[in-house]
């Protein structure tokens, strides 16, 4: 199967969003920053210098820059973590979402 085929395959639509955001894993009080590179509705993929565990459940809080709308608050499980290709001790995080606050 072609990466273009992997792509078409996805059951949400994905859109690219550069925004800062935090992300903390259960069990431990230490808080991760991280950039978005991308949301759906179904996951999310950011860039961080932390490299959580595939497999574990991950709260995720992304700030809103208008204060009209509200701070994307969700929780999640990471699928996949690979080393980032242009940036020396970060990693690229992929993570399913399984409900926001």
Same mark, same amino acid.
């Given at each position: 199967m072609s990466s273009q085929d992997y792509e078409e395959k996805?059951?949400?639509?994905? *859109?690219?969003?550069?925004?800062?955001?935090?992300?903390?894993?259960?069990?431990?009080?230490?808080?991760?920053?991280?950039?978005?590179?991308?949301?759906?509705?179904g996951g999310l993929a950011m860039c961080s210098d932390h490299a959580p565990q595939v497999g574990q459940s991950i709260?995720?809080?992304?700030?809103?820059?208008?204060?009209?709308?509200?701070?994307?608050?969700?929780?999640?499980?990471?699928?996949?973590? *690979?080393?980032?290709?242009?940036?020396?001790?970060?990693?690229?995080?992929?993570?399913?979402?399984?409900?926001?606050?």
């Amino acid at each position: 199967m072609s990466s273009q085929d992997y792509e078409e395959k996805r059951d949400y639509f994905r *859109m690219q969003i550069r925004a800062a955001m935090t992300f903390t894993l259960d069990g431990q009080s230490l808080t991760h920053h991280a950039q978005s590179a991308d949301l759906s509705a179904g996951g999310l993929a950011m860039c961080s210098d932390h490299a959580p565990q595939v497999g574990q459940s991950i709260h995720i809080h992304m700030p809103s820059a208008n204060k009209n709308i509200a701070a994307l608050d969700a929780h999640g499980k990471v699928m996949r973590v *690979m080393p980032h290709p242009e940036q020396t001790d970060h990693y690229l995080i992929s993570v399913a979402l399984t409900h926001m606050e």
